[in-house]
């Protein structure tokens, strides 16, 4: 369904610009970017990063096996992204720089990847099975950008701040050896608004009049993210014996690959 979106969505663009492309003259001349603009954005955006879990010392006196559940593959996450941006260009001959202001929604499922740790004590023998998501809900974008125009096209290189606010959720069963359910399950969770940094490129060309089309790559780096509360249900006995059981996102980076078009209306 996503994807149709997108492809619908990529489609308008793109024969909008086709039909403006047609009444366009043939131009040579140097094209002007200087000034306010506004536009919007549609694109899709892939990421892969998952929660972690913490077994800690869960065994009075035992040393913590702090690398037991780390490094699992996590799913690539893949998502509708849309928005809109404004901006403001500087230009002096063919050079021209400015800074640009997106806000963009995140449209995207909950997708989970399950794996299975069979450990040795400490922890308790059994099997381990996870399941997590790291869900935003939304970004902006604050990043200069500086290019070099040619004719009526304009590529440009960026880099700046992105801000994302989300949650990340995440359980983990326990099935002792021979038994065919858990017999304990943990659960934690946090809302998160995270700072991080884009890199990227992109290309602007200008159609006749004030109108343009953009398309455009970010790399997207959020940083580490942060302990959640664990809950734990099971006997009072079993809980104690994993006190310090828990959810830890802590060792993993937020990244994504984002890529958009779009349409700009310079003023």
């Given at each position: 369904?996503?994807?149709?979106?997108?492809?619908?969505a990529?489609?308008?663009?793109?024969?909008?610009?086709?039909?403006?492309?047609?009444?366009?003259?043939?131009?040579?001349?140097?094209?002007?970017?200087?000034?306010?603009?506004?536009?919007?954005n549609?694109?899709?955006?892939?990421?892969?990063?998952?929660n972690?879990?913490?077994?800690?010392?869960?065994?009075?006196?035992?040393a913590?096996?702090?690398?037991?559940?780390?490094?699992?593959?996590?799913?690539n996450d893949?998502?509708?992204?849309?928005?809109?941006?404004?901006?403001?260009?500087f230009?002096?001959?063919?050079?021209?720089?400015?800074l640009?202001?997106?806000?963009?929604?995140w449209?995207?499922?909950?997708?989970?990847?399950?794996?299975?740790?069979?450990?040795?004590?400490?922890?308790?023998?059994?099997?381990y099975?996870?399941?997590?998501?790291?869900?935003p809900?939304g970004?902006g974008?604050?990043?200069?950008?500086?290019?070099?125009?040619?004719?009526?096209?304009?590529?440009?290189?960026t880099?700046?701040?992105?801000?994302?606010?989300?949650?990340?959720?995440?359980?983990?069963?326990?099935?002792?050896?021979?038994?065919?359910?858990?017999?304990?399950?943990?659960?934690?969770?946090?809302?998160?608004?995270?700072?991080?940094?884009?890199?990227?490129?992109?290309?602007?060309?200008?159609?006749?009049?004030?109108?343009?089309?953009?398309?455009?790559?970010?790399?997207?780096?959020?940083?580490?993210?942060?302990?959640?509360?664990?809950?734990?249900?099971?006997?009072?006995?079993?809980?104690?014996?994993?006190s310090?059981f828990?959810l830890?996102?802590?060792?993993?980076?937020?990244?994504a690959n984002?890529?958009?078009?779009g349409?700009?209306y310079?003023?």
């Amino acid at each position: 369904m996503k994807l149709k979106t997108l492809s619908t969505a990529i489609f308008a663009l793109t024969a909008a610009g086709a039909t403006a492309l047609a009444e366009d003259s043939a131009g040579t001349g140097q094209q002007s970017w200087e000034g306010f603009y506004v536009g919007a954005n549609v694109g899709a955006a892939w990421s892969n990063t998952c929660n972690t879990w913490e077994p800690g010392n869960v065994i009075k006196g035992t040393a913590p096996l702090a690398n037991a559940f780390y490094n699992r593959n996590c799913p690539n996450d893949s998502a509708f992204i849309g928005g809109l941006q404004f901006g403001y260009n500087f230009q002096v001959d063919r050079i021209v720089w400015g800074l640009d202001f997106d806000y963009d929604g995140w449209a995207t499922n909950n997708h989970n990847r399950s794996y299975t740790y069979t450990g040795a004590t400490p922890p308790p023998n059994g099997t381990y099975t996870f399941n997590g998501n790291v869900s935003p809900s939304g970004f902006g974008l604050i990043h200069p950008r500086i290019g070099y125009t040619i004719d009526q096209w304009l590529p440009y290189f960026t880099a700046g701040t992105i801000i994302a606010g989300g949650s990340h959720t995440s359980t983990a069963a326990f099935t002792p050896v021979g038994a065919s359910a858990p017999t304990a399950v943990f659960s934690g969770g946090k809302n998160f608004t995270s700072t991080g940094w884009i890199v990227g490129v992109g290309a602007e060309y200008g159609l006749k009049g004030p109108w343009s089309l953009k398309a455009e790559y970010l790399y997207a780096n959020l940083g580490k993210g942060t302990n959640s509360t664990t809950s734990c249900t099971a006997s009072a006995s079993v809980c104690a014996a994993y006190s310090n059981f828990s959810l830890d996102n802590i060792h993993n980076s937020f990244t994504a690959n984002l890529f958009r078009v779009g349409f700009n209306y310079r003023f």
